[in-house]
């Protein structure tokens, strides 16, 4: 298990399907309150994040390179 898994700091974190070795950790700013949404455009895959509720409520995306 990645520890980064367990901290109280969020984290979006990439595995290898295969192995289960995490590929990537990226250091989020909020913690994200929903299932994380992926899409296509242009060619381009793109990870969306749900977070905050309520009036405090937004999306964060990320595009993958």
Partial sequence: VDPRALSTTPYLLAFDKA???????????????????TYLQDGRQFIVLAYGAANDAGLTALALE
């Fill in 19 to 37: 192995t289960g070795e995490t590929v990537h950790a990226l250091e989020l700013d909020v913690a994200p309150t929903g299932t994380p949404m």
